[in-house]
């Protein structure tokens, strides 16, 4: 079974804080993504890796970056926190080639901005 | 652009009836379709993939080109379905990619 797992489940910050959101995958994944989801809008990509050290933007990327120096390990770093970041952050994993699109989620961290 | 409409962002219905979550796409090409499940405090998971075929949980998805459609269906719920179903697709070359819709929550009733 494959494992993804959040370091938090829930968080709570004071804005301007940088904030870590970690996530660790035992299944040897290339891929790596972080989401946040939030009511009404669905999962909006943030960032994903496909392979160490590297990084590409999702659909919004602002105030947020991405860290990937282990291929099981991929960060997510909220530098000056802001309640508008107040939200579910969704990690999720999936292997490279043909079944690239099956993506396994973690269980979320739910942070809080205050 | 590629985008995923999910017309509903609710929908009720009582235990043993038809239902039917409604999937429309956006896409020039030949994508993947997919319909993934949230169960309350549970995680995000795979239901189905269109290529698959298969029949999950007696859910079926069938990709219809001409109407860029891929509803997402069920003969009888069950209250177990009670969910947050979200529709994704995969284009080719994508890198493991997912374009996903705001998301539907059935809620079934006794």
């Known amino acids: 079974d494959v494992k993804v797992t959040q370091s938090s489940r829930y968080l709570v910050k004071r804005t301007g804080e940088k904030v870590f959101l970690e996530c660790v995958q035992d299944?040897?994944?290339?891929?790596m993504f972080w989401y946040r989801q939030d009511p009404g809008l669905g999962l909006r990509l943030i960032y994903f890796?496909?392979?160490?050290?590297?990084?590409e933007k999702g659909d919004i990327p602002e105030g947020y970056s991405v860290s990937r120096e282990k291929k099981e390990r991929f960060s997510l770093i909220l530098e000056s926190a802001s309640t508008n970041q107040t939200s579910m952050y969704l990690c999720?994993?999936?292997?490279?080639?043909?079944?690239?699109?099956?993506?396994?989620f973690g269980p979320g961290t739910r942070l809080t901005v205050l | 652009a590629q985008r995923v409409t999910q017309p509903e962002k609710l929908l009720s219905v009582f235990k043993g009836a038809p239902v039917e979550l409604k999937c429309n796409y956006s896409?020039?090409?030949?994508?993947?379709l997919f319909w993934y499940v949230q169960y309350s405090r549970q995680r995000l998971q795979l239901l189905l993939r269109?290529?698959s075929r298969e029949s999950i949980k007696g859910f079926t998805a069938d990709l219809n080109k001409g109407e860029t459609s891929f509803h997402l269906k069920k003969p009888f719920a069950q209250e177990e379905d009670s969910a947050m179903y979200y529709c994704?697709?995969?284009?080719?070359?994508?890198?493991?990619?997912?374009?996903f819709g705001k998301g539907t929550k059935l809620s079934v009733k006794p």
């Open positions: 299944m040897d994944h290339e891929n």
């Open positions: 890796s496909y392979d160490v050290k590297m990084k």
């Open positions: 896409y020039s090409g030949s994508p993947e």
């Open positions: 999720a994993s999936s292997s490279g080639g043909a079944l690239a699109d099956t993506q396994y």
């Open positions: 269109h290529i």
């Open positions: 994704a697709l995969s284009g080719r070359g994508s890198q493991g990619n997912l374009i």
